[in-house]
Nanobody, 125 residues
């Protein structure tokens, strides 16, 4: 069973930066596409970024392109989300998610059966 633990959330002023991490255990990390999603109060959970298992391709939501960077360290079984130029509308609980081995559809919420508990990111104006 894959377990995911996020860390690094917090409170930051608009324009600032924050990095959230997700440590994975159980299963084979290197063969899984890893994704980041977020959910703001009263809104549905939405895709933010993903880093595929094969070839290291990255995907980003239009709202975060150019500001957020997703990376992974297979040796540490960890995926990161570097968030720069943060805006108040980025405020949400950020979730790390893992696909099954050799999964596809990296931007689809339904493609991720494994989820972390989430970490709160709050951006003040």
């Amino acid at each position: 069973q894959v377990q995911l633990v996020e860390s690094g959330g917090g409170l930051v002023q608009a324009g600032g930066s924050l990095r959230v991490s997700c440590a994975a255990s159980g299963g084979t990390f290197s063969t899984r596409t890893m994704g980041w999603f977020r959910q703001a109060p009263g809104k549905e959970r939405e895709f933010v970024a993903a880093f595929t298992w094969n070839g290291g391709s990255t995907y980003y939501a239009d709202s975060v392109k150019g500001r957020f960077t997703c990376s992974r360290d297979n040796a540490k079984n960890t995926v990161y989300l570097q968030m720069n130029s943060l805006k108040p509308e980025d405020t949400a609980v950020y979730y790390c998610a893992a696909q099954r081995p050799f999964g596809t559809s990296p931007t689809k919420l339904g493609g991720y059966p494994y989820w972390g508990q989430g970490t709160q990111v709050t951006v003040s104006s």
